[in-house]
């Protein structure tokens, strides 16, 4: 990924998860707690200006890019990238991060909403396609890390998959329909020292009059200390805050269904 289309044909590549046999890629370095992290919600957003040329060329082939994303489903390998490509940009000038629920395409429309459904052992993910690729020979969508953890990919690298494009307000993962609002909330960060909690709790709640929450939770056999927001009567006011958060650095926020 992190693939820059240039121009209508013309495609300039940094080091990236398509060529992943040549620098070997990695998820975290240590235990992480991953378990609050959630589906992407599709919503309506203009097709970027950057990545999304009719077509475009990588190793001398050409690749088409669709108009839209009706209908669009198909079925073959995915793989993964992750702390090789962390923080650089992606195809439609975004960050990359590995812990946020997106993936990478050849020919969908950026941004799209797509459901990827692990055939090996049915679980599936929704992800928000925002990069171009894989460009390895057979491989059909590459996914950041954590939707590859989700599905149980991350340690085996490739899966057989199937991919079907998401309108807004549809086809939304039974996970989600089945809770009620109040049981949305935003998570700022998962910390394994209670006192970085403690001070990212203090900070936000001197600037805003808002509850702020810290659990402890067991992963992989590790503490951790998560500072949450909420809960929020609705889903738009747990994105309102996660766009509010992004702007004070807290880049990791994402939205958490609560037991």
């Keep these: 990924m992190v693939v820059r289309i240039v121009h209508l044909f013309v495609v300039v590549f940094s080091l990236s998860g398509c060529f992943s046999n040549v ?16 589906d992407a919600v599709p919503q ?8 999304n040329p009719s077509s475009y060329v990588v190793f001398g082939k050409h690749y088409y890019v669709l108009d839209s994303a009706e209908d669009f489903k198909e079925r073959g390998v995915a793989s993964w990238y992750g702390n090789k490509f962390h923080g650089n940009k992606t195809s439609n000038g975004e960050i990359y991060d590995m812990y946020a629920m997106s993936a990478a395409h050849k020919r969908l429309p950026l941004p799209s909403y797509v459901r990827v459904t692990n055939l090996n052992n049915n ?32 340690k085996v690298g490739t899966a ?41 709790r203090k900070e936000l709640s001197r600037q805003f009059n808002i509850a ?9 056999g590790k503490k951790f200390f998560r500072v949450r927001l909420g809960p929020f009567n ?18 990791q926020a994402s939205l958490v269904y609560l037991d």
């Excluded at 620098?23 to 959630?38: E, M, N, R, T």
């Excluded at 309506?44 to 990545?51: C, F, I, M």
């Excluded at 309102?240 to 992004?246: A, E, N, P, V």
């Design 212 to 220: 702020v929450g810290i659990s402890e939770v067991l992963s992989q």
């Design 123 to 154: 679980r599936s993910v929704i992800v928000r396609v925002n990069d171009r690729g894989p460009f390895h020979e057979g491989r059909i969508i590459d996914l950041s890390y954590v939707a590859a953890y989700k599905l149980g990919i991350d």
């Design 160 to 200: 057989p998959v199937e991919v079907v494009a998401l309108r807004v307000g549809s086809n939304i993962p039974t996970r989600t329909a089945e809770r009620h609002d109040e049981s949305i909330a935003v998570q700022v960060g998962a910390f394994s020292i209670r006192t970085s909690a403690e001070r990212v």
């Design 23 to 38: 620098v070997k890629d990695s998820g975290p370095s240590g235990p992480i707690d991953l378990s609050g992290i959630a």
């Design 234 to 251: 609705n889903l738009n006011s747990a994105r309102d805050w996660i766009r509010k958060l992004d702007k004070l650095s807290y880049g």
């Design 44 to 51: 309506d957003e203009p097709l970027s200006r950057g990545g």
